[in-house]
Nanobody, 120 residues
Framework: QLQPVESGGGLVQPGGSLRLSCAAH??????VGWFRQAPGKEREAVSC??????FTYYVDSVKGRFAISRDHDTVYLQMNSLKPEDTAVYYC???WGCGYTVVPEGFDYWGQGTQVTVSS
């Protein structure tokens, strides 16, 4: 059973940066998505990366600020120029592919989440 583990969340001031990590044994064979959920809101897809063809996805609100990458069994989400509206619990999840549309229902293996708070 694949069990992703997130790390790297925390409290940061607006304009700051954080790097989230998602690690699991054999994660290299899976597409990995990053999702976030703020209080009272639905879980939304933030970014996704396939395992082998280089495909990446970003939601419009993070384009130019976030970057997803992978190195063997770890996937990273570099978050720059953070805004208060980026505050949420961030989850990573694994699937065989990101899919034509990146939605939570397409992912089978989920981490426990890591809190990101952007506040002065």
């Amino acid at each position: 059973q694949l069990q992703p583990v997130e790390s790297g969340g925390g409290l940061v001031q607006p304009g700051g940066s954080l790097r989230l990590s998602c690690a699991a044994h054999t994660l290299d064979f899976y597409a990995v998505g990053w999702f976030r959920q703020a209080p009272g809101k639905e879980r939304e897809a933030v970014s996704c990366i396939n395992s082998s063809d280089g495909f990446t996805y970003y939601v419009d609100s993070v384009k130019g600020r976030f970057a997803i990458s992978r190195d063997h069994d770890t996937v990273y989400l570099q978050m720059n120029s953070l805004k208060p509206e980026d505050t949420a619990v961030y989850y990573c999840a694994a699937a065989w592919g990101c899919g034509y549309t990146v939605v939570p229902e397409g992912f089978d293996y989920w981490g426990q989440g890591t809190q990101v708070t952007v506040s002065s």
